[in-house]
């Protein structure tokens, strides 16, 4: 990361120094160069640079500028020119180098604040003292998106979206990208006022869109609660990483998912598995089990009896959509209104449930998507015994 940083100021710089320079790291390596042919050589004058009690040093036609961090060699900068013009130019070239330096020692700091906040590795009392040494701003609103690239492991593509994340937002006084994992990045945004919390979710869609087109990977984005002080970012990260797993349950379909929009999915979300088996017998009160009213893709077993079968469900979910309204089900799925009728009747014989009646409606949906919960709670059970 910081050879990059390097190799930016000297691509800057070549424009208006007409002589080979560039840094070199604590090793004599060169890690950024005017010519970058030369990045990863080693230099020729390393070792008699480094063995010297100089800070700086004109040898065989170059001028070197050692870099030290409490005693300790940073960087060597080199410049192909001797004399004082040479040296009034190495001084220059090193000064950026610096300055480079501190800036990203400074930022270090803030994602390493950051980070230990998220995962509540400082105490509370410690919090506000820090972030005013580090200059950051206690009582302002911010909001954790947390965007997820799935199950892989390759550092690389973690690389990537960290890459283009930071340069959607470049303001790095107020926005923090932060690398959490492989596969798990934060960007922790600043809201100065009402009109930036409502751009959240269109904030969250120009990542996706971008990613999509200049990483291509799907990844899923999930948006925080607003955190009124610094010490609240750690309850929007806990509210982000919800957000992600109760939107993969009860809207898999979307790609973005925001805690303060999930609905019932958020209670259900939070309750234990006996208690929704018990919700869905009560419900189901028929001979049949709950789980016998729905289609099982993992059962191969051929039965006789009838279920709710995927096209049926479809049929309820529209039909939901719609209003409860029969035609509109039955023009949306380019269906006869018969056919929707009779998936209706269908529902309703199995579970007794006419969910042409809001009130059994809307037990009918809970109880769906407290089913969905079932399915993958038992699917994360089967998982972790693997």
Known sequence: MQSKIYQ??????????D???????????????????????????????????????????????????????????????DGELGIKFLSLITINIINANLSHEEKLDKTTFIKNIIHDNILPSDVLQKSRELHLSNNVSRVVILIRTGNTKDVSVCEMVFDVVSKLFPNKARDFVVA?????????????????????DSIAKTILDTLSAEVMINVSIGIGSIAENIRDIKNSYKDAQSA???????????????????????????????LCR???????????????????????KSESKEKLDNDTILTVLK??????????TARAMYLHRNSVV???????????????????????????????????SEEQTKNNRN
């Open 8 to 17: 930016n100021i000297v691509s800057q710089i070549r424009e208006t120094i």
């Open 244 to 274: 992600i797993s109760i939107g993969g349950i009860f809207e898999s379909d979307k790609n973005i998912s925001n805690y303060n929009n999930l609905g019932i999915g958020r209670l259900i979300y939070q309750l234990p598995p006996t």
């Open 19 to 81: 002589a080979e320079f560039g840094v070199m790291d604590d090793s004599g390596t060169i890690i950024a160069c005017s010519d970058e042919a030369k990045i990863g050589d080693m230099n020729e004058n390393a070792l008699e640079i480094m063995g010297s009690d100089e800070k700086i040093k004109s040898t065989a036609g170059y001028s070197y500028y050692k870099i030290m961090n409490r005693n300790n060699l940073e960087n060597i900068v080199f410049l192909a020119m």
């Open 278 to 300: 018990l919700f869905l017998s009560e419900v189901f009160s028929g001979e049949l089990k709950p789980t016998d009213y729905m289609e099982n893709k993992h059962d191969t």
């Open 319 to 328: 039909f939901f959509e719609n209003n409860q309204n029969v035609s509109e």
């Open 342 to 376: 009779y998936r209706l009747d269908k529902v309703q014989r199995l579970t007794g449930l006419d969910i042409r009646i809001f009130n059994e409606a809307v037990i009918f949906k809970i109880a769906l998507m407290v089913k969905k919960y079932l399915d993958y």
């Open 180 to 200: 959490i994992d492989e596969e798990n990045i934060v960007l922790i945004k600043e809201l100065k006022n009402k009109d930036d919390a409502k751009e959240i």
